[in-house]
């Protein structure tokens, strides 16, 4: 979790995208869910006459029940006028909503975007600013190829992190909250019997994708070594080609070229094969909903309405839609944490050279330059010990060893 708050933290001021982002999307998702709720009155319109028990009934229920509300707006209508005209209010109650869903869908998405452009331009450039701060000999004992993998390939992953936590933590689980609620509002005792494959399709779906934060590291660690073997292949090419290497440089490169799409095939499948299994399970239950709530209503057990009832189906075919789309996130989460984990140990590499806090700042050089007692390594191999020399202004010295 400490990986993770850091990588939200490159998304300050995340208030500024969130909260419009919250916003729109509970407006996209009201009218959404509405939607689905306008099946009853087309059902009702064109199937069922209404009689002056009906809308009495509706009436009761309509001082707590927006959808009963409407449903007494639309019988009102069929009573002083007629079907088709309440038919016409409807058709255009859908077109007007249809539009507002999408109208405010866009504007979320569109928030999502900035907050992603947002969150990539502060991880890019913090990383890059990490690297042109570290001391040159860090350079020697890492591969080009994998540092040019972190800030290139491992933060556009990253990115998706932050996105993915706004669906995760409100837009999804929000989603299902107003099409539970719509449920449950229906029939109470079919909505308990169908919420059974939540917990169910949520065991499998964790089993699935349990290894993939690890797979995901293993292939940003084999792609940057790509990268580097590469870079390496093209910056020596004449030595290559001079000492007749070219078969084995290639043999090499397909090594680990195999390796890394054999990662991505494992992952793929695991991440592919969680839609497949939430959806099998989600239309089990319809079916098992439609036998069952069919049944109550062929047999007279049960008040629930057949209007009703097609609005209860075609609300719960909608429910697992939310619950794939967070299984999607979480995915996408633990990739980008394997990929974070990588660009962050980059961040944090503290360069060995460093100025002292009382170094005095020259703004003109006109003497010469003194060295006293200086040491130089080459990682545990010591070159220069306790060299002391001056260097007059304008002139050159060259040190040279055995």
């Not at 208030?15 to 009218?31: H, R």
């Not at 029939?187 to 690890?214: A, E, Y």
Request: glycine fraction near 4%; charged fraction near 20%; charge should be positive.
């Amino acid at each position: 979790m400490k990986t993770y708050f850091r990588l939200i933290s490159f998304a300050k001021p995340i208030e500024k995208f969130a909260i419009p982002y919250i916003i729109t999307t509970l407006f996209a998702i009201v009218f959404n869910t509405f939607l689905f709720t306008l099946l009853g009155p087309i059902m009702n319109t064109l199937f069922i006459q209404p009689c002056d028990d009906q809308v009495n009934a509706v009436a009761k229920d309509a001082s707590w029940n927006p959808m009963s509300m409407f449903n007494e707006y639309i019988e009102q209508i069929i009573v002083k006028h007629d079907e088709i005209y309440a038919l016409k209010i409807i058709c255009i109650a859908v077109i007007i909503t249809v539009f507002l869903t999408n109208f405010f869908r866009y504007f979320s998405q569109r928030y999502m975007e900035d907050l992603r452009v947002h969150t990539l331009l502060n991880l890019r450039r913090s990383v890059f600013e990490s690297v042109m701060n570290l001391h040159v000999g860090y350079f020697n004992n890492e591969r080009k190829g994998d540092i040019i993998s972190k800030v290139a390939n491992d933060v556009q992953v990253v990115q998706f992190t932050v996105t993915n936590t706004l669906q995760v933590i409100f837009k999804e689980p929000l989603q299902l909250i107003f099409f539970v609620a719509v449920l449950i509002s229906i029939s109470l005792k079919l909505t308990l019997f169908s919420l059974l494959v939540i917990p169910v399709s949520g065991f499998l779906i964790s089993k699935i994708v349990k290894r993939l934060k690890q797979q995901s590291t293993q292939a940003h660690e084999s792609f940057a070594k790509m990268i580097g073997f590469l870079d390496e292949a093209l910056s020596g090419i004449k030595i290559i080609k001079a000492f007749n290497a070219t078969f084995r440089i290639k043999q090499k490169f397909q090594e680990e070229n195999e390796f890394y799409s054999s990662l991505n095939r494992k992952m793929a499948r695991r991440q592919q094969s969680a839609s497949p299994v939430s959806q099998t399970l989600g239309v089990l239950v319809v079916v098992f909903i439609l036998l069952y709530g069919g049944t109550m209503i062929l047999s007279g057990n049960s008040d629930l309405e057949p209007g009703k009832f097609v609005i209860y189906l075609a609300t719960f075919s909608q429910v697992m839609q939310p619950i794939k789309a967070i299984t999607d996130s979480f995915s996408g989460i633990h990739s980008g944490i394997a990929a974070g984990e990588r660009v962050l140990g980059l961040i944090d590499t503290k360069p060995e050279l460093v100025n002292k806090p009382d170094a005095t700042t020259l703004n003109d050089f006109n003497g010469k330059l003194s060295l006293k007692n200086v040491s130089f390594n080459y990682g545990d191999k010591e070159v220069l010990k306790n060299i002391s020399l001056e260097i007059e202004k304008g002139k050159t010295v060259a040190l040279v060893g055995p």
